[in-house]
Structures are given as C-alpha cells and as structure tokens.
C-alpha cells in the first residue's frame, strides 16, 4: 500500500497513526502541499479530488478522506479496533471524531485560509485568531462530549476519537492556543504521545520536518 | 426516539432520511437555530455541543454528530443498509459522503458564515459567494469520485453519499449555485427526490416550512 501524505496535514497524521497501531506495511509519499503538488499532473492522476491523505491499496484502488480510509483499515486489519463494536459506544466515539474532523479541521485548513486572505484581505494575524476560535469551540464541545475518569477518550486504549483528537492538539500548540482549559483533551494527548506508533505519525518525526 | 432537529439543517434532514428509510418512528422536536435555541438551557441540557441533530434513545442516551447517528441506526435498524459490507466499496461510499460533510457543509454552515460577518464584515453577497465557491468545490470532486452509470451515488438504491448529496443539492438550489456542470449530481438529486422516504425529509416538507 502506498499513502500519499504530507508531513503537517493533521488528515495525513490521522491515517498514519491508525497505520502505525494496526502495525500495517507502508510506503509513504510525500505531497508538498505548499508547493503545490496536490494540483501538478502526478497526483491529480491518484487523487482527481487532489486532498490528502490517499492510500493506494496493491489492487491500484485509491481511498481518499481520512476517516473512510481508517475505516476500511478496520474492517481489513481489526486489531487494534479504532471503534468498538457495541453501537452506542460507536456512535459515540465516531462523534468525538467528527467534532474534530467536521467542526474544527474544515474550517481551519489550507485552503480555506487562503480563501479568507484572498476573499477577505485576511493577515496572519487574523488568520490565527479565526483558527483558535474553532479550536477553542471544538475543544469545549469535546469536554462535555467525553467521559473522562479513562486514560484516553472512551476507555483505556486509543480509539478514533483519540486519534482526531491528538492531531487537533498538535495544530492548537503550532497555533497558540492553550490547552489549560480543557483538562479532559489535554490529558488524551499527553496519553497518546506517549504511544511510540502515535508519536511516530506525528508532524516532527515525518523526514520532511527536519528540512523545513 | 426523539429527534431534535431544524428544519432547514442539512445536517437534520440527512438524519431525517436515515429514519425514513428505514421506516424507524421518532418524535420530531424542532430546534429554531435562527432564534438560537441551541444555545437556551432545555437543550443545552440535551446536547452541550448544541449542534442539531440529536437523537435521543428510549434510555435517554443522546447521540450528536448526524454521521455518527446514521451509523448507530445502520448497526440497529440495518435495513436498508446505508454503507456496504464490502471494504472498499463502503470506504468509497464514505468518502463521497465526508466530501460533503467535512469539505462541504462545515465551511458553509451558520456559525461560520455569523463568524465572517463579525470578523470580516462579510455582507449577504459575499457570504452567498463564500458558499457558491465552496458548493463548487465539492460537486467537482464528487463528479471526479462518483462511477457514474447508476442510478444513485454507487449502485441503484440510495445509500449514506446520496443523502448527503441530495442534501447539499437543496443548499445549492436555495443559493443559487446552478447544478448544470455536475451532471453526475443532478442525476442524485432528481433520483433521491423521487423517493418519498428522502422527500418528506427535506426542509420544505417540515411544518416549519409553512410558517417561514
């Protein structure tokens, strides 16, 4: 399999930390997407929807979104599972996840920032300020979601939601944002950083963090 | 079960077909997110997060997070089914959906365009403009994603990525963004339609509508 990624894509880190649990064989490659490869003829070849993440199975098919993809990681390399198999405790889990991957990453990501700067003359400062607002929003909407009282988001091994939400925090620190007021998030990174197939997902342990 | 829902959500009426075509009885309780009830302490103490919808189960359990309810009722009501049991296919059917859900409606939805108007000053016309730009985006990935020669997203009964297509569709019309260069979502829409499941799901069908 091959997972075209990028070192600081919080999409890319997910599917890479669900990889690196599951322990599956993969060759990454590197999409720049700063400069631009997600739209040059190469990739857009993989990925016609030119995001990032894609895993390229050995059959030659091309999974896109980082949430399918993890789920069909699941369904075709169960242990360890990201989700559980009781319905309710799933559902929850899977909202954890989406109050990271449809409240906050959207609206935060590349390409809308430069869609405000180009819209709406947005500076970086403005650009950081709208960023830790969602952060922030996310965050507290997490707080109420999760259970506490376990090591990490539903229990005591990191499950989806863990993964979204370490990734999150990874971008709140690159952004500013202090995670002293949600005790519940801040201890769920600390917990999943401490996991060395997380820790090797992450943004500075990717070869092309050390060049930039 | 109680569905706490807005009639215009496009993210209610996704969960809205769900239980229609699975012929599931819920109460429907309306939440007015134009006049904030979201944010009043009746649901405040149903969901927190207090994004629509909810569902509440008969034991009280709240689920949030309109593709994580979908998957809670695909595991309890499993007909008809939403997603695939096959990997791959049920990844690709994810990620039509998720290209909606994460790429789509959360750039697009209330909160962020109030945010644009109070951190941008963005007027009517801009935000229409904002939507229309980011609307365009996904119906061009999805026309690169769909397989087309079907009658819905990926085979002839309506499945996860059609509700939430015929959805967006409804958002498209209601801001002006012509369907004619996604032919393969047209063709969604007017199919989905046609189902009287999915149809009395949409905004217009609601009681609300009459009133607005």
Redesign the interface.
Known sequence: MILYSYWRSTTSFRVRAALNLKKVDYTLVSVDLVAGEQHGDVYRAVN????VPALQ?NDG?V???S???I??LD??FPEPPMVSSD??L???Q??AA??V???V???NNL??LS??EG????NAD?KV??MR?WMA?GFS?LE??LPGGVEYAFGNTPDLADICIVVQCVNAHRFGLSLDPYPKVARIEANCLAVPEIAAAAPDAQPEAEKS
């Open positions: 016609p929807g030119y995001g199975l098919t999974l896109t979104q949430l399918a993809i789920d069909y369904a075709t319905p309710a799933r559902a929850k899977l909202a989406l109050t991957a449809t409240d990453h959207p609206v390409r809308v869609r405000l819209q709406f003359g947005a403005d300020s709208w607002h929003e909407a109420a979601l």
